[in-house]
Each structure stands twice: as structure tokens, then as C-alpha cells.
Nanobody, 119 residues
């Protein structure tokens, strides 16, 4: 029943911006910590960011601090990833994930959306 659908990926030039969306359904979105995780070509999964259920606490991986933000809109059951100052190394498939209760491990994943940063 849990469904996470990412969208908004695509090709963007270095230094550009992109906004990803994750539409959630099948659970009470407003009560769960949500995360973004990515996988670059030839690399393993890399945690990107978290946001708590009410949206007043966020955490970011060092490589994206100051450039990415991960707001959520609980009225729309949607998680976002605003990516600014994109670099070629940002190229990856980005996944939205629902964590277990509290700050538990990621339990459900979306299909991912591909982001390619290239000139």
C-alpha cells in the first residue's frame, strides 16, 4: 500500500537548480521521518537528507550542505528536494524513502528519478 513516486529529475547544467518531488500515499505521511538517498553511477547508496515528521528538523550529508534543502508539505503528502549549485558529481538516481518509526532505518523506497548534471 505504501507508495512513493519521485519526479522532477532530468538534465541540468552545472551550477543550475532542480527541484525533485516525492508524492507519498498509503500511510500517514505527516507522522513519519522522510529521507532522500542517491546512487551515483558506479557508486553505492549515499544518504542525502532527512526531515522529521513536522518539518522542523533536518539533516544533510556534508557534500550537499548549503546547496540542498528538503522541505515537505504535509497538506499535500509531498516531500521535496531543492537542489542548487549542482555539480557533475551530483549526477545520480535520487530515491525518496520512508523511515521506520522515529528515526529508524529506511523501510520503503520509490522508483527513483534520474538527475544528470552535464554541460
Amino acid at each position: 500500500q505504501v507508495q512513493l513516486v519521485e519526479s522532477g529529475g532530468g538534465l541540468v547544467q552545472p551550477g543550475g537548480s532542480l527541484r525533485l518531488s516525492c508524492a507519498a500515499s498509503g500511510f500517514t505521511f505527516s507522522t513519519y521521518v522522510m529521507s532522500w538517498v542517491r546512487q551515483a553511477p558506479g557508486k553505492g547508496l549515499e544518504w542525502v537528507s532527512d526531515i522529521n515528521s513536522v518539518g522542523d528538523t533536518t539533516h544533510y550529508a556534508d557534500p550537499v550542505k548549503g546547496r540542498f534543502t528538503t522541505p515537505r508539505d504535509n497538506t499535500k503528502n509531498t516531500l521535496y528536494l531543492q537542489m542548487n549549485s549542482l555539480k557533475p558529481k551530483s549526477t545520480a538516481i535520487y530515491y525518496c524513502a520512508k523511515r521506520r518509526t522515529g528515526w529508524g532505518g529506511c523501510r520503503y523506497w520509490g522508483q527513483g528519478t534520474r538527475v544528470t548534471v552535464s554541460s
